[in-house]
């Protein structure tokens, strides 16, 4: 007579915890990623490459192309004739706002710092990033920062018409 077999085997047990941990392990990369100083990093990369397509925009437009700031967001416009307007039918260059505890700050031409909003008032309708259809850009180093986790990024674009992002000094 064969005796009943009660419980789970070894290899069935083994096998439950492995499904349970690599299942533990993937939850617990996911929810680590999405940190506000994740979204930060994603929102400094997807400014670049914005600032980048508006330099594309005015080589292909044979105008500049400028982008006017503040503190809390940027808008991209277009050169006329005599004056700057904004960018119609660019839904890629559209308007943009940054969440409430984040900043903007910009250092344009190696003059001190000013914030966007001050030197958007100085010259009013007067972008303070230029991108020329020649490919070369107005020099400028733009902080993106974080006031409650003093995390920043910053994108600097160089004469060259070169933009580079890197991590500040509060991410170090």
Same mark, same amino acid.
């Given at each position: 007579?064969?005796?009943?077999?009660?419980?789970?085997?070894?290899?069935?047990? #083994?096998?439950?915890?492995?499904?349970?941990?690599?299942?533990?392990?993937?939850?617990?990369?996911?929810?680590?990623?999405?940190?506000?100083?994740?979204?930060? &990093?994603? &929102?400094?990369?997807?400014?670049?490459?914005?600032?980048?397509?508006? /330099?594309?925009?005015?080589?292909?437009?044979?105008?500049?192309?400028?982008?006017?700031?503040?503190?809390?967001?940027?808008?991209?416009?277009? /050169?006329?004739?005599?004056?700057?307007?904004?960018? %119609?039918? %660019?839904?890629?260059?559209?308007?943009?706002?940054?969440?409430?505890?984040?900043?903007?700050?910009?250092?344009?031409?190696? !003059? +001190?710092?000013?914030?966007?909003?001050?030197?958007?008032?100085?010259?009013?309708?007067?972008?303070?990033?230029?991108?020329? +259809?020649?490919?070369?850009?107005?020099?400028? %180093?733009?902080?993106?920062?974080?006031?409650?986790?003093?995390?920043? !990024?910053?994108?600097?674009? #160089?004469?060259?018409?070169?933009?580079?992002?890197?991590?500040? %000094?509060?991410?170090?």
């Amino acid at each position: 007579m064969i005796a009943k077999q009660n419980g789970f085997t070894l290899i069935e047990l #083994l096998v439950v915890v492995f499904i349970i941990g690599m299942i533990s392990g993937v939850a617990v990369l996911s929810v680590g990623s999405a940190g506000g100083d994740h979204r930060l &990093e994603t &929102e400094a990369q997807r400014m670049g490459r914005t600032f980048s397509l508006a /330099a594309q925009e005015a080589i292909l437009q044979g105008r500049p192309t400028g982008v006017m700031l503040n503190s809390k967001g940027y808008s991209f416009l277009m /050169a006329g004739k005599d004056k700057w307007g904004a960018l %119609e039918d %660019e839904a890629l260059l559209a308007s943009q706002t940054l969440p409430g505890d984040w900043q903007l700050e910009l250092t344009a031409g190696g !003059y +001190p710092k000013l914030s966007p909003s001050e030197a958007g008032e100085k010259e009013k309708g007067v972008p303070q990033i230029i991108f020329f +259809p020649s490919g070369q850009i107005s020099p400028f %180093e733009l902080q993106l920062s974080d006031s409650t986790t003093d995390i920043d !990024y910053r994108l600097i674009g #160089l004469a060259s018409g070169r933009l580079k992002l890197q991590a500040g %000094e509060g991410n170090l």
